[in-house]
């Protein structure tokens, strides 16, 4: 079992910036991918950021060139500068397996950015 716990989620101002965190315990070296997802109101989750464990990343479309994934060893980190009204959302981590893709995920930080 991994256990994740995310933190630095707030409120934030149009262009402001935050940075997220995901500490993991338990068996988290099992895994090889870790990533970020986030769920705006009344909407599905959807992927933000991944980082593979050869240090491939992606970035969802609308992020790419404001957010940044990083990680190291049980932590994982997202800096979002630049952010918009439309990145509020619960964003949660998750650590997992690419070839069986399972995972774990953390329970969610809020993100609120307003114009």
């Known amino acids: 079992q991994v256990q994740l716990v995310e933190s630095g989620g707030g409120s934030v101002h149009d262009g402001g910036s935050l940075r997220l965190s995901c500490l993991a315990s338990g068996n988290y070296a099992t895994t090889n991918l870790r990533a970020w997802y986030r769920q705006p109101p009344k909407m599905e989750r959807e992927m933000v950021a991944i980082?593979?464990?050869?240090?491939d990343t992606e970035y969802r479309n609308s992020v790419r060139g404001r957010f940044t994934i990083s990680s190291e060893n049980a932590k994982v980190f997202l800096e979002m500068n630049s952010l918009k009204p439309e990145d509020t959302a619960v964003y949660y981590c998750?650590?997992?397996?690419?070839?069986?893709?399972?995972?774990?995920w953390g329970q969610g930080t809020q993100v609120t950015v307003s114009s």
């Open positions: 998750y650590f997992g397996d690419e070839a069986t893709r399972r995972g774990y």
């Open positions: 980082i593979k464990s050869n240090g």
